[in-house]
Every structure is written in C-alpha cells, then in structure tokens.
C-alpha cells in the first residue's frame, strides 16, 4: 500500500481546484465529492473527478471520497471509480459504521470492475466519524481484504458524540481505539486534518502527538502544511540508524 504520510484534501469543485490538486505533491490526493459539493453540483462534480482519474498527478496515490452510505450519490460515486481508467485509485467511505457498510462496498466494487473489466481492485480506507463507527473500529478494521486503513474524522465525530471547541488533548480516546484496531489488522492509521490552514503552531503541536502516537501520517486542507507532515512522518536518520543496528544485532545473535 502506498505511503500516506501527508494526504491533501482537494474538492472536486470548482473545475480550478480540481485541477491545481493535480499539480501539488502530496503523498496522496484526496479528490473530495462529500462534503465539499453541496447536493446540485454532485452529478457535475462526478463527471470531473471521472475525467480527472484520466490525467496525471503530481501525488503517486490519488483518492476519492465518495458520499456515505445511504445518500443518493454513494453507489453512483463507487461505480464511477471503479469504472475509471486510473489502474490504481482508492475509495475514502465516509461515515462508516458496521462491517456491513463495507461488505457493501466490497460487493458494488466487484460488480463495477467485472462491467468495466478493471484488473486491478479499487482499494479502501475508512473514516471513523461517529460514536456508532467508533465503537466498532475494532471489527471495522478487519471486515474487508480491500481496506488499507482507517482515518479519524474530528468534525464530524465531534458533531456525532455532541462535543464542542475540543483540543487535540481530548481525543486521546479516539485516537488510541483507532490506532490500536489498525495495527491489529495490519493497515494503515492515518490522522484527520487540522481544521485550519496555516503550518502554525497549533498545527505542529497536532502532528506531534499523532506521530508520537504511532500514527502513519496526517490528512491537510492546504498545500502549505503538506511539507511539515513528511518531515514528522518520515523516520528521522538516528532511527533508522538504531533500526538498522537491532537487525544487525539480531543476526549477530542468530549466527
């Protein structure tokens, strides 16, 4: 799976943003057609993100978040995914709350490809946004071959368990229940975004504690913050430096 250190959420309208995304060198492009697209521009905007999933990025990974489950435009979203000519393209599932949401996906995906005969599968990752989905990280984490991780996503969770003004502190609990079901399954943990779009102090302190919880990498709002997110989330050299020496140490141990 590919490296998720710094991923950049890009609308998928208007037009203009959609194509800036294309050119900036994230770890991941993450095309938005959730909540960035009020409900009479999601058809238009599907067709872009289809058009676009056509073009080069700049980003190695690109991704699209799709609407949730249960809205008019989720089935429509996946198959406009599946059915793109991007050989490797990831579907963000919003709002996921059962192994059944996924079950779902997996069954619309593998209907979509074998219509359009793709070869390679659409992966997924997870947005863990509500109380309901929270408490079953643990079981979401391995409910489908095609997840590749889980995403914590603080607007929305906070909306969902009714909390108001919380500080990067406070969710500790979310953070290690979805850190903890990732690193069981195997797959990746990544950190939603800091709700605001300078590479500001507030902003550091934030991707501080999600790597020195363990966490792969972080979600961005703006190109601007895209550098600091590879610096944290890359292995300093003394780590690497001290890994490397414990392998050494163990095949020492073992001739």
């Not at 960035?36 to 991704?63: D, Q």
């Not at 368990?161 to 990544?190: E, K, T």
Request: glycine share 8%; aromatic share 4%; charged share 25%.
């Amino acid at each position: 799976m590919p490296r998720r250190r710094a991923c950049l959420v890009v609308p998928a309208a208007p037009a203009a943003k959609l194509e800036k995304g294309r050119s900036l060198e994230a770890d991941e492009v993450v095309i938005d057609l959730e909540d960035a697209v009020v409900p009479a521009a999601k058809e238009e905007a599907r067709s872009a993100v289809a058009a676009a999933l056509r073009a080069e990025f700049a980003a190695p990974s690109v991704a699209v978040r799709v609407n949730a489950i249960g809205t008019p435009w989720c089935h429509l979203d996946l198959i406009a995914v599946a059915g793109s000519a991007r050989e490797h393209v990831t579907v963000v599932l919003p709002k996921v709350e059962s192994a059944g949401d996924l079950a779902f996906a997996d069954r619309l995906l593998d209907g979509a490809e074998a219509a359009a005969g793709r070869t390679t599968p659409v992966r997924l990752l997870a947005l863990i946004e509500t109380a309901a989905g929270l408490q079953a990280v643990a079981e979401l984490a391995g409910a489908s071959e095609r997840l590749d991780g889980l995403i914590i996503g603080y607007a929305d969770l906070a909306a969902s368990l009714g909390r108001a003004g919380a500080a990067p502190g406070d969710w500790g609990f979310a953070q290690h229940a979805v850190l903890v079901a990732a690193r069981a399954a195997g797959i990746q943990a990544i950190d939603g975004p800091h709700l605001a779009i300078r590479d500001d102090e507030p902003f550091r302190t934030e991707v501080a504690h999600a790597r020195a919880l363990g966490y792969d990498g972080k979600w961005a709002i703006h190109p601007a913050q895209l550098g600091a997110l590879r610096e944290a989330f890359t292995p300093t050299d003394e780590e690497v430096a001290e890994a490397r020496e414990t392998l050494a140490a163990l095949e020492r141990a073992a001739a």
